[in-house]
């Protein structure tokens, strides 16, 4: 069955505390390299048939992500 | 004049919001929020709690509840809706009401007594303040940083969108101190804090929270 997925991250303006929370751990574990984190969300949907995208791009911004505050990456198997 | 309550799976406060509405001399009608059925209520609380574990996140899949749709067209239509904590959450994803609430700042949950400013005293559920009042009344919760982009804050605080702001101290690092906000008719209002935990001297920090209850039936009988 064709696997969808859809990544929800927070759009760029919007604060991550959680991501920078990472950061700060990464940082006591001697990770100094790592400059940024920003921690999001990974969806695999399994659909019968050949996704729509249409459809997929609705069910994403319709309840997946909230348009308000986060963006969605589609990817679908042909990407 | 009857007042819903709506019980969500996870609700945790939607007993104390019927006790205030009790308090305040009205009649508390409870809701389901699988059913189609607003029982001809004047107006609706969404009370505080996790609805579906805040899964997805926090106040999403309640959103999408059959009920919470019916209020959604009725709101749009004038009916007074008040949602309190998880309920704001709810309003937010329902998008009747701007902005977005997300974890708290500082990752912590937050549960104190909390001072609050009444940005507007001419809403369906602020009438009985004066604006610019203080009033006291719990706050709790883990997911309740108001955000939203800064150009969409701009525009929420110029159509003078923020009903009620904290002061002495912002629990949760909600932007600009927006503790609540109001829709454009003013009719719909969401907070963080809860003014149901404020409604009696034996069980609340003060009774300031009596007043959402009380500013509702004047609403409801000039609309």
Known sequence: ?79 | MRIGVITFPGSLDDVDAARAVRLAEAEPVALWHADHDLKDVDAVVLPGGFSYGDYLRAGAIAARAPLVQDVVDRARQGMPVLGICNGFQVLCEAGLLPGALTRNGHLHFRNRDQALRIERADTAWTQDYEPGQRIVVPVKNGEGRYVAAPADLDRIQGEGRVAVRYVEGNPNGSMRDIAGVTSEDGRVVGLMPHPEHAVEDLTGPSTDGLGFFTSVLKAVVSA
């Open chain 1, 1 to 79: 069955m064709p696997r969808v997925v859809v990544d929800v991250v927070l759009k760029p303006e919007i604060s991550d505390p959680q991501g920078q929370a990472v950061l700060g751990a990464l940082g006591r574990l001697g990770h100094d390299g790592v400059r940024s984190v920003r921690q999001g969300k990974h969806f695999v949907l399994e659909v019968e048939g050949t996704p729509d995208r249409a459809e997929l791009q609705q069910i994403a911004e319709t309840l997946l992500a909230n348009p308000v505050i986060e963006d969605v990456e589609l990817h679908l198997p042909t990407d």
